[in-house]
């Protein structure tokens, strides 16, 4: 019995499951999972003619699947829980839509030995709620952020170091206050014992998938400082075909500005992140970082440029480019660096070229132009591996040292990375042009 608190001076609470205890009366533990709705539709839905029974149904406290149900027997036709959810919220305010309270669904879990129901609700707190989450996680976490180089980083006084670790964590924490406040076990100030935990099963049985739930984990440990119990949850489950090919790339640039092709055919043949197109820099001014990179980098490509960027954690790798792609990037190079902001990162920009959340946006439009769908722009990564790796093959290079050579390529240093999330077949479009 006891509390988990934060690494500064902070209220005192008790256990979970006492707490929850005392809350029954008899009814069975309880716990509250809020889950933001949708956007509101901008077209007249199927389910217009049944709004009315929807809210009877939903008064009377059936989930969603429960009424996806009743749609399908009376409809012959059973609409997903998002389409009921739209039309739940249909004809209300963007303000008004954020207090509609509609069960998404029900779990039952069992948490140190005891039976505890799990309910998805969507819709948010009200504002002040939301504005006093808001404020102690950006609190919180700003107390254990240092800005330093790792090799002064003290990681037991502040865990986070870089500005995506930072707003990563504090979106954790902005999901794990809601789910206290809506499950009435405190605040992001004083979390009971056992709340950490408890909070990482109900995520799990509502479906979250196990790449977030390790940042959840990561994330609660670092602030709380407890060893956290993993949680088993659905595997990632990614298109096999992710990875876009010469000729779709091609149709995308085609359907571009000059300035977004430009970045787009960049991205394409050097494998680099959204946000790294913003970095790119001459080897005299940003030199690479000083690790033990391997090589056998960029082996088997013809005559090119290399470049620089700075990736995640700082680390500033080389990247290749041909000589038509790097005398087209040279034509919009800045008299002056700027600083240039994608994410809340300031990144210095060496040139004028479309990189971050702007490119992201541009390709997905162009691709849903050309293809009726978008792989997203990570696909032209995915792309650059599968290239990569038939290149290194020809070559006669083993399965291991390939994905040595990609990994650090890509701005990695762990081979098993290309194999867990890059190694992908080419993508195949699904849908009609738009």
Not at 92 to 97: D, E, F, G, K, M
Not at 283 to 311: C, Q
Request: aromatic share 6%.
């Amino acid at each position: 019995m006891g509390i988990m608190k934060p690494r500064k001076n902070l209220k005192t609470g008790r256990d979970a499951l006492q707490i929850l205890r005392k809350q029954a009366s008899g009814k069975g533990l309880v716990v509250t999972c809020p889950v933001a709705p949708r956007p509101q539709p901008r077209r007249q839905s199927a389910l217009l003619p049944f709004k009315d029974q929807l809210l009877k149904l939903r008064d009377q406290g059936k989930t969603l699947d429960e009424i996806a149900d009743w749609i399908g027997s009376v409809r012959g036709e059973r609409p997903n829980r998002s389409t009921v959810l739209r039309q739940l919220n249909a004809k209300t305010t963007r303000t008004t839509a954020r207090k509609v309270r509609s069960i998404a669904a029900r779990h039952s879990i069992v948490f140190q030995g005891v039976q505890i129901e799990v309910i998805e609700q969507h819709g948010l707190l009200d504002d002040k709620q939301e504005a006093d989450i808001l404020r102690k996680a950006h609190a919180i976490v700003r107390d254990l952020t240092r800005y330093v180089p790792k090799a002064v980083q003290d990681k037991d006084r502040f865990p986070f170091r870089s500005v995506g670790t930072r707003y990563a964590a504090e979106s954790v924490l902005r999901c794990f206050g809601r789910f206290l406040e809506a499950s009435k076990l405190g605040h992001l100030g004083a979390v009971p014992v056992g709340a950490c935990q408890l909070y990482l099963a109900a995520r799990a049985a509502i479906g979250v998938g196990e790449d977030q739930m390790s940042k959840d984990r990561r994330a609660l440990e670092c602030v709380y400082g407890e060893d956290l119990k993993l949680v088993s949850t659905r595997p990632r489950r990614a298109r096999p075909d992710r990875a876009i090919t010469r000729e779709q790339v091609e149709k995308i640039v085609a359907a571009q500005s000059p300035r977004k092709a430009l970045s787009t055919e960049i991205a394409y043949v050097s494998g680099v992140r959204a946000f790294e197109l913003l970095t790119i820099a001459r080897i005299e001014d940003r030199p690479p970082s000083d690790r033990r990179w391997h090589k056998k980098l960029h082996l088997g490509l013809p005559a090119g440029v290399l470049f620089t960027v700075k990736g995640k954690g700082g680390l500033v790798r080389l990247i290749y480019l041909t000589k038509e792609l790097a005398r087209a990037l040279e034509t919009r190079r800045r008299p002056v660096p700027i600083m240039v902001t994608d994410r809340k990162r300031r990144h210095r920009s060496y040139y004028d070229i479309a990189g971050g959340d702007a490119w992201g946006a541009a390709f997905r439009k162009a691709a849903i132009k050309v293809y009726g769908e978008s792989p997203g722009a990570h696909s032209t990564r995915h792309g650059y591996v599968l290239n990569r790796r038939r290149t290194l093959e020809q070559l006669g290079l083993g399965i291991h040292e390939i994905r040595s050579i990609i990994s650090q390529e890509l701005g990695h240093f762990r081979p098993e990375i290309v194999r867990e999330s890059y190694e992908h077949e080419p993508w195949v479009p699904r849908s009609r042009p738009k």
